[in-house]
């Protein structure tokens, strides 16, 4: 939570630097040299912002990607379980009808 607030406070400052000496700039007058460093710092600070910025998008998109995949083959899962639960309750029955079977014939053949 401190880092973030210190790097709010920073790009604050930063903004605030960049935009006096564009003034400065704007009416003529000549840089320092801590000045140009501020704004390279400021260009660098851009371009690193641009490109986390990039590298989190592809990111999002790649764990979308993963979530979507996933999720797919969860469901794919799920079907087959499925249908294996509706395939051995079909057994199951079948069974139980062959040992109804059975225990009919068996008690024809006792009687007999």
């Known amino acids: 939570m401190g ?18 000496i564009a003034r400065k700039v704007a009416s003529g007058k000549r840089l320092s040299d801590s000045e140009i460093m501020i704004l390279l710092l400021d260009q660098m600070n851009r371009r690193m912002e641009e490109r986390f910025d990039a590298l989190e998008k592809n990111f ?3 764990l979308d990607a993963l979530k979507d995949y ?16 509706k395939m ?4 199951s029955i079948e069974v139980s ?8 014939l068996l008690k024809e053949k006792i009687s007999s």
């Open 3 to 20: 880092g973030a607030v210190a790097e709010s406070l920073l790009t604050t400052v930063l903004k605030e630097a960049v935009k006096r």
């Open 60 to 62: 999002n998109m790649r």
């Open 70 to 85: 996933v999720d797919g083959r969860l469901s794919e899962m799920s079907k087959r379980i499925d249908d294996l639960s």
């Open 88 to 91: 051995v309750h079909a057994l």
């Open 97 to 104: 009808s062959i040992k109804t079977d059975i225990i009919k």
